[in-house]
C-alpha cells in the first residue's frame, strides 16, 4: 500500500503545481511529450534489465491502458475542467467492484461500502456548489480515462517484470502511439518557453516516471480494485498541498469529502 500512496502523493503535487504552469500547453503536446520524454528517460534500463518470460503482450496491453488513460484524462479536462476530468477518472475503483460483482467474484460489504465513501467524497472534494461541468465529449473522455486506468491496474497487477522496465514498455507504446501528434504539432513544441519546458519536465519526473513506477510496483502486490482506491489519495493530497503552493482555501465541504476518502480508503482495503 505504501508505494501505490506514495504515487497518490506525488499526482497530487503535480496537481497542486498543474494550474500554475500548464495551462498554455494543450493536451496534444503536453501527452506525446510526456510519454516521449519518460520513454527517453526509462531507456537505459532496456540494457540492463529483462523483460519477464511470456509478459511482453500483458506489458504492451499495460502501455496501451496507460496511453489511454493519460491521453482521456487531459482530453477530458481540456473539454471539461481539472475537477471533472479528476472525478471522472477515479470513478475506476467503482467499475472494477462493478466488474467483479457481475462477474460473481466476492467483493465485501465493507469494500463495497468503502468505495461508495470515496466516490461521494471525491465529488464532494472537487465539486463546488456549481456541480462539475457536464459536457457530453468531455464526460465521454472522462470515463475512457477511468475505464483505462482500471484496465492499467488490472493488466499490471503481478506484473514480475521490474517496474520501471515495464513503465519504459508502456510508455514506448504511448511514444509510438502518440508520436503522429508530436509531429504534426512541432511548431507548438518549438515555441514552448523555457519556463513551459521545466513544467513539462516536472511532470515527466514526478507526474509520470517516479509515481507510476511506484503504482506499477505496488499493484503487483494488491489487488487492481485496492490500489485505484488508494490512488483515491491524489485529490486530497493535491487539495492540501494547494494550500500553501496555490494560495487555494479549504472549504468545510472540501473537507468532509476529502474525510469521506480517507474513511473509504480505509474501509476498501478490506
Known amino acids: 500500500m505504501a508505494y501505490v500512496l506514495a504515487a497518490a502523493l506525488l499526482w497530487g503535487l503535480g496537481g497542486a503545481l498543474a494550474g500554475r504552469f500548464m495551462a498554455a500547453i494543450p493536451p496534444g503536446v503536453l501527452v506525446p511529450l510526456r510519454f516521449s520524454l519518460a520513454f527517453l528517460l526509462l531507456l537505459p534500463l532496456w540494457f540492463r534489465d529483462r ?29 471539461t475542467s481539472v475537477a471533472t476530468g479528476i472525478f ?3 470513478l475506476a475503483p467503482g467499475l472494477l467492484v462493478l466488474v467483479a460483482l457481475l462477474s460473481g467474484r466476492p467483493v465485501p460489504p465493507l469494500a463495497r461500502l468503502g468505495v461508495a465513501l470515496a466516490l461521494v467524497g471525491a465529488y464532494l472534494l472537487l465539486m463546488g456548489p456549481g456541480g462539475p461541468a457536464w459536457r457530453p465529449v468531455g464526460v465521454a473522455y472522462g470515463l475512457g480515462a477511468a475505464v483505462s486506468f482500471a484496465a492499467y491496474a488490472a493488466w499490471a497487477h503481478r506484473l514480475r517484470t521490474p517496474p520501471l522496465l515495464g513503465l519504459a514498455a508502456a510508455t514506448g507504446v504511448g511514444t509510438l502511439l502518440t508520436l503522429p501528434l508530436l509531429v504534426g504539432r512541432w511548431a507548438e513544441v518549438r515555441a514552448l518557453g523555457a519556463g513551459d519546458w521545466g513544467a513539462v519536465l516536472f511532470l515527466v519526473v514526478f507526474g509520470t516516471v517516479l509515481p507510476f513506477g511506484l503504482f506499477l510496483l505496488g499493484v503487483r502486490q494488491m489487488p487492481p480494485r485496492v490500489a485505484t482506491l488508494v490512488a483515491m489519495v491524489e485529490p486530497v493530497a493535491g487539495a492540501l498541498l494547494a494550500v500553501p503552493l ?7 465541504r472540501a473537507l468532509l469529502g476529502g474525510g469521506l476518502i480517507l474513511l473509504g480508503v480505509v474501509l476498501g482495503r478490506r
Open 246 to 252: 496555490a494560495g487555494e482555501p479549504l472549504s468545510l
Open 51 to 79: 523483460v519477464a518470460p511470456g509478459e511482453g503482450g500483458r506489458l504492451l496491453m499495460v502501455g496501451l491502458a496507460l496511453a489511454g488513460a493519460q491521453g482521456f484524462y487531459y482530453l477530458a479536462i481540456h473539454a
Open 88 to 90: 471522472l477518472q477515479y
